[in-house]
């Protein structure tokens, strides 16, 4: 069992800046593959990025890549989604996601396991 907490959203101008925390507390978060979702008002929960449990390899969405860099720290049982030049679009609800696996990177919703509740991103345009 995991349970994860969002935190670092806001509200910020185009081409800013924020960096998103998601601490996870329970057992093994090494063992964790973790991932970035974001739903927009009005739209489905989409994939943004996730990183393997060791950080060897790291998968982002088409609209984020070069923008956007997620990175753990094990050792703080935390990890975090660095989004830069940010653009009105990527207003969003942000979600982070666990899944115990250390086979696989999933990049779906229905494949992780636990979900923290969200913080809100807003770019002002």
């Known amino acids: 069992q995991v349970q994860l907490v969002e935190s670092g959203g806001g509200l910020v101008q185009a081409g800013g800046s924020l960096r998103l925390s998601c601490a996870a507390s329970?057992?093994?978060?090494?063992?964790?593959?973790m991932g970035w979702f974001r739903q927009a008002p009005g739209k489905g929960r989409e994939f943004v990025a996730t990183?393997?449990?060791?950080?060897?390899?790291?998968y982002y969405s088409n609209s984020v890549k070069g923008r956007f860099t997620v990175s753990r720290d094990n050792a703080k049982d935390t990890v975090y989604l660095q989004m830069n030049s940010l653009k009105p679009e990527d207003t969003a609800v942000y979600y982070c996601?666990?899944?115990?696996?250390?086979?696989?990177?999933?990049?779906?919703?229905?494949?992780?396991?636990?979900w923290g509740q969200g913080t809100q991103v807003t770019v002002s345009s």
């Open positions: 996601a666990a899944k115990d696996t250390r086979l696989v990177v999933p990049r779906t919703t229905w494949d992780y396991d636990y």
């Open positions: 990183i393997r449990w060791s950080g060897g390899s790291t």
């Open positions: 329970g057992r093994n978060f090494s063992n964790y593959a």
